[in-house]
T-cell receptor, first 113, second 113 residues
């Protein structure tokens, strides 16, 4: 089954404690991205990757890092989480960039206290 | 700057009634346009997309949308809603120059029995 898998689904952490949210897709997609979803703000892109070793900033990249060492994986790293990073995070992948369907993971709800 | 506006934050309709969700975009060229649906606790799923050609596009779950260039709109419609259509709906535009997708803030659809 074609899918995008994020882990964990829920995470509560403390300020400053480094964390990684994993994202893996099994569709051999080139394009992957991370979004955060906040009430009243919709989805905002954090980072995206057009292929292995190619990543770029989205609209709200501050406080986040990503890597794309393998085509299937695109982890999101919070080196020093802060409470304003409490949010619902989605990973998405697509075959191309704009003109193809994006497949979304089920989301990771992160709370930073 | 490119933008997507969904004027209605919440919409409530009775089961069996018709539905129209509004979406307006701001973009200098013919955009790629999408509608996604997010069911509670789930990621986003593509309902339909428009790239070119026939301005009335059919999607999954009985939805359709019409691209109107003169009004910069891409409204989503369904002739008769079902209780399972209760969800949040996102309109999105693909920005070719910046190689990214911009999402609207979403419209939450409530269905009355």
């Amino acid at each position: 089954e074609a899918q995008v898998t994020q882990n964990p689904r829920y995470l509560i952490t403390v300020t400053g404690k480094k964390l990684t949210v994993t994202c893996s897709q099994n569709m051999n997609h080139e394009y992957m991205s991370w979004y955060r979803q906040d009430p009243g703000l919709g989805l905002r892109q954090i980072y995206y990757s057009m292929n292995v070793e190619v990543t770029d900033k989205g609209d709200v990249p501050e406080g986040y890092k990503v890597s794309r060492k393998e085509k299937r994986n695109f982890p999101l790293i919070l080196e020093s989480p802060s409470p304003n990073q409490t949010s619902l995070y989605f990973c998405a992948s697509s075959k191309g960039n704009l003109n193809t369907e994006a497949f979304f993971g089920q989301g990771t709800r992160l709370t930073v206290v | 700057a490119q933008s997507v506006t969904q004027p209605d934050i919440h919409i409530t309709v009775s089961e069996g009634a018709s539905l129209e969700l509004r979406c307006n975009y701001s973009y200098g060229a013919t955009p790629y346009l999408f509608w996604y649906v997010q069911s509670p606790g789930q990621g986003l799923q593509l309902l339909l997309k428009y790239f070119s050609g026939d301005t009335l596009v059919q999607g999954i779950k009985g939805f359709e949308a019409e691209f109107k260039r003169s009004q910069s709109s891409f409204n989503l419609r369904k002739p008769s809603v079902h209780w399972s259509d209760a969800a949040e709906y996102f309109c999105a535009v693909g920005v070719i120059r910046d190689d990214k997708i911009i999402f609207g803030k979403g419209t939450r659809l409530h269905i009355l029995p």
